[in-house]
């Protein structure tokens, strides 16, 4: 089970942490993930990161401002997101899957994060 957190009304060119904690079985051989969606739109990949934590991949319209790390020893993922814009209001969800696996199968509920202009 995945449990998001740290969103939260900013302005523009603010930052916010995004958390995301994992219970029950340890996720340390998973790729984790983050997505977003915004209102009308479908949910898009944002960033990646694989077990050990050097492989990362980003959306190419974030790289530069935000970054994933994760924490195996808590179990936690984290989304560091700088020099935000109106344009990433979105809820931001946090994904799990075996470095197998082609598709994410476990998600958490979501985080809303809301910039103003």
């Known amino acids: 089970q995945l449990q998001a957190s740290g969103g939260g009304l900013v302005q523009a060119g603010g930052s916010l942490r995004l958390s995301c904690v994992a219970s029950?079985?340890?996720?340390?051989?998973?790729?984790m993930a983050w997505f977003r969606q915004s209102p009308g739109k479908e949910r898009g990949f944002v960033a990646s990161?694989?077990?050990?934590?050097?492989?990362?991949l980003y959306a190419d319209s974030l790289k530069g401002r935000f970054t994933i790390s994760r924490d195996n020893a808590k179990n936690t993922v984290y989304l560091q997101m700088n020099s935000l814009k109106p344009e990433d209001t979105a809820v931001y969800y946090c994904a799990a899957r075996p470095a197998y696996e082609s598709r994410y199968g476990s998600w958490g509920q979501g985080t809303q994060v809301t910039v103003s202009s």
């Open positions: 990161i694989g077990w050990i934590g050097s492989t990362t």
């Open positions: 029950g079985p340890t996720l340390s051989t998973y790729i």
